[in-house]
């Protein structure tokens, strides 16, 4: 008789080497797929960055043509926000940890999960494929009308732009729906939705939020393509369009995405504060209201983007009470974070630096962006570099040190050993240092008058200097990041053993081993507060005699169901290759052959359902 | 420990849920395409414009009457479905794919018999107005397809998947009706 640990892995394990990398379905596996793709598209990023920063150093830079420019300079955008920020919180971060807070064995959908990773990493091919053929999207990560239509850009770029983002809709909005009903369905029994991880409260409220905001940026686009390829007319006024819609439907979904981006960060943050805090969140069910009314408030404030466009002066009062009303949310959890380390006994180790770094920067591009609601503030600063400080201080400095911060937190989780503590808290101090060189100045010359998306800029503005100092700081940044990286990697193969639970987490990502099993646990826990890790240990259900996990009930999380999952297939990669095929075709105009391929993504969907994962 | 204490499923199961959840979307894409409507349609005082006749009310009525009422027999079969008949569950499936196919094969029709009288490449009101109701029947083909396939698998007999799998499209058609509700009286509202 096998013991249990061995059963599991027997019924669990997948195929070793690249076949089974391609075809797997497991949630950890698929996370790290997410994770080295995504550090990638960051490496691309990163390089675009110190570009921009390079030929902006002084006046008159020639590291870029115009045109060059505008290409790197919208890539940078678009690959920061679709192919790393949102790819790395939730499809890595979420993917990895989500099962593994829950005490569920894999996703609600395994399958569908990897065709998310395998359509993404189609969409950033596609979209890369443009830059490096010299045709990348080329009007600004928002590409307002009438810059993006075929008169003003002729070749393939803004086509690249809206077939590419359209298709990395497709994976976003795949895993979206994959987190909501393994949040929904898969809690281990005994988690009512009063004890989810806060963590888990953030993805539950970015999945919401993804779920209703990308479709408007799926309609855009949608309309952007057909007017660009078909002649219809959305956009133009002499045909009887209206450039305002294109500025509506993108900001419906674009400022919902910011709060996309940052609420994962601020579900890392109150996973790293209690562990090193030594106590249990401040306020819990304040801040888990907080995370998902900030997605909510999210969707009511998009036109504070346009208090430009001449909207009528009701609407833009509107608009601007409703931002105010942001702060409200993100002020508790603020809070709720400082006091929580106020009040445990906190030990400053480098995931904990990074989340005060985090809140830092936080409340620095907060206090901007609520200037911004100050609808003549707004106007007077709208498109300078003022903007581009505040956000850069959102989207970097409270979206990605948190990343940081949870790269360290879990690495030990992931590959069993620790990471340098000391140099980890140099990377800290460096990364901390570049960043505020490189986008505090932003704020003065933004406003001393520097309009954002200027390729060059003469000198005897006053520019000069601060634009060196951004540059300089954008080094010193890049160096930090590198300083991360070369510890992590140095810690994959020489840090030492971490065991279970170096930290003494509260949640149930740390009541197995590191790494994690094949079928993360081998008892499934029941739980009955959210720090089951730090309760004293309870029975559980153990599943021990098929590729089963255990279903609940959506508000109360009583045992439900036991669910047969699904296991490895090869047709998600299979259909997200025919899909790419697909927008490639879209994107040459041969609508016929798209056609064809839009039939072999159905042949290969029934061939998929054909395997019932209850069939065994 | 290891002896489960379950008895049956309360809770709707995961295939309803990602139906759900997949329905929300659908749903706010089309909000979505209806606010970009009223949008055109409010800055300009003559819509259908100028040459470009109004919609007929009468026949797209008719049809959004014979769609709705084959949502009983789809609903009827996820209650047969859930009973475990198999034989019944397949013919309210075929009965509502017959409906609603002639309901798309007429929809087709006037689709068409539309370009030939205006061009969504003219003006504004005739690319919204063929993006919207193009969307809707590509919604409903989608239906029909996963009724087809729901059919054929039953042949095999009937399992909690499939099961599941009927329950997911019923639900699946519940919204299909809402919403083609809803576009129809946006497609018409010029006329009404």
Not at chain 1, 195 to 208: D, I, K
Not at chain 1, 342 to 352: D, H, Q, S, T, Y
Not at chain 2, 5 to 34: C, H
Not at chain 2, 100 to 109: C, D, E, P, T, V
């Amino acid at each position: 008789m096998r013991s249990r640990p061995e059963r599991l892995e027997l019924i669990w394990a997948e195929r070793p080497g690249l076949l089974g990398w391609l075809t797997t379905v497991d949630h950890k596996r698929i996370g790290l797929l997410y994770f080295f793709t995504t550090l990638v598209f960051f490496a691309a990023g990163g390089i675009e960055a110190l570009l921009i920063r390079t030929q902006l150093a002084g006046p008159n830079g020639k590291v870029l043509s115009p045109e060059a420019f505008d290409q790197v300079m919208t890539m940078h955008g678009v690959t920061m926000i679709f192919l790393f920020v949102i790819p790395m919180t939730t499809g890595a971060f979420g993917n990895y940890l989500l099962p593994l807070m829950l005490g569920a064995r894999d996703m609600a959908f395994p399958r569908l999960n990897a065709l998310s990773y395998w359509l993404f990493l189609g969409s950033g091919v596609f979209l890369y494929a443009g830059l490096l053929m010299g045709k990348g999207p080329n009007c600004g990560w928002f590409c307002y009308t009438p810059l993006n239509t075929k008169e003003y850009d002729p070749g393939l770029n803004a086509d690249f732009y809206a077939l590419g983002l359209i298709f990395n809709g497709l994976s976003t909005t795949a895993g979206a729906l994959n987190f909501i009903v393994t949040i929904f369905k898969l809690r281990a029994p005994g988690m009512s939705f009063n004890r989810m991880p806060l963590f888990v409260f953030a993805m539950l409220a970015v999945s919401l939020s993804l779920v209703f905001a990308l479709p408007p940026l799926t309609i855009d686009l949608a309309f952007l393509e057909l007017q660009r390829q078909a002649g219809f007319h959305f956009f133009d006024v002499a045909g009887g369009g209206d450039p305002l819609l294109w500025q509506h439907l993108f900001w419906l979904f674009g400022h919902p995405e910011v709060y996309i981006i940052i609420l994962p960060a601020m579900g890392i943050a109150t996973s790293i504060i209690p562990t090193f805090a030594k106590r249990k969140m401040i306020a819990f069910p304040l801040v888990a209201l907080a995370e998902l009314l900030v997605a909510f408030i999210g969707f009511g404030v998009w036109a504070h983007h346009m208090f430009t466009t001449g909207l009528p002066v009701g609407a833009l009062i509107f608009f601007a009470a409703a931002s105010m009303m942001v702060v409200i949310p993100s002020t508790i959890q603020i809070y709720a974070w400082l006091f929580t380390v106020n009040l445990g006994r906190p030990e400053f180790r480098a995931p904990l630096l990074f989340i005060g770094g985090f809140i830092a920067l936080f409340v620095i591009g907060g206090l901007s962006g609520i200037m911004f609601a100050a609808i003549p503030f707004d106007q007077a600063t709208t498109d300078t570099y003022f903007v581009v400080a505040h956000f850069h201080f959102i989207i970097f400095g409270a979206a990605v040190f948190p990343i940081l911060g949870g790269m360290y937190y879990w690495f030990p989780k992931v590959t069993g050993r620790m990471y340098h503590e000391r140099w980890a808290q140099v990377s800290f101090w460096v990364t901390f240092v570049g960043t505020m060189l490189t986008f505090f100045p932003m704020h003065i010359v933004g406003l001393l008058g520097m309009t954002r998306r200027v390729y060059t800029y003469h000198s005897g503005f006053g520019w000069d200097a601060y634009n060196f100092v951004e540059t300089v700081g954008a080094f010193i940044l890049a160096a930090g990041l590198l300083i991360i990286f070369a510890n992590l990697l140095w810690s994959r193969f020489r840090g030492a053993p971490s065991g279970p639970d170096p930290f003494y987490g509260g949640t149930l990502e740390w009541a197995t081993s590191s790494p994690p099993p094949s079928y993360n646990f081998a008892v499934i826990p029941t739980v009955s507060s959210p720090y089951p890790n730090w309760d004293r240990a309870e029975a559980g259900v153990a599943l021990d005699h098929g590729h089963e996990t255990a279903a609940t009930t959506v508000r109360d999380g009583r045992l439900d169901e036991v669910l047969k999952m699904p296991a490895e297939s090869g047709w998600p990669i299979v259909l997200a290759f025919a899909v790419t095929i697909l927008f490639i075709m879209l994107l040459t105009a041969h609508v016929v052959v798209a056609g064809i391929f839009a039939g072999i993504a159905g042949l290969v969907l029934v061939a998929w359902h054909v395997h019932e994962p209850a069939e065994g | 420990m290891t002896s489960v204490p379950y008895t049956e499923r309360s809770a709707k199961p995961n295939g309803w849920w990602g139906m759900a959840v997949f329905v929300a979307t659908e749903a706010t894409l089309f909000g979505t395409l209806i606010g970009s409507y009223y949008d055109l349609r409010f800055r300009t005082p003559h819509w259908p414009p100028p040459g470009v006749p109004d919609p007929k009310v009468a026949v797209p009525l008719v049809l959004l009457a014979v769609l709705v009422a084959a949502s009983v027999p789809v609903q009827l079969a996820s209650v047969f479905a859930r009973a475990g008949r198999v034989g019944a569950t397949q013919l309210a499936l075929l009965t509502a794919l017959v409906l609603q196919s002639g309901y798309l094969a007429m929809q087709i029709h006037l689709f068409v018999d539309d370009l030939n009288r205006f061009s969504p490449q003219d003006t504004a009101y005739g690319s919204i107005y063929f993006t919207l109701v193009g969307v809707h029947h590509a919604h409903v083909l989608v239906g029909l397809l996963l009724e087809g396939w729901l059919v054929l698998r039953l042949f095999r007999g009937i399992t909690e998947y499939r099961t599941v799998g009927v329950r997911a499209t019923a639900f699946y058609w519940l919204a299909v009706n809402v919403l083609a509700i809803a576009v129809t009286i946006v497609q018409l509202s010029p006329s009404l």
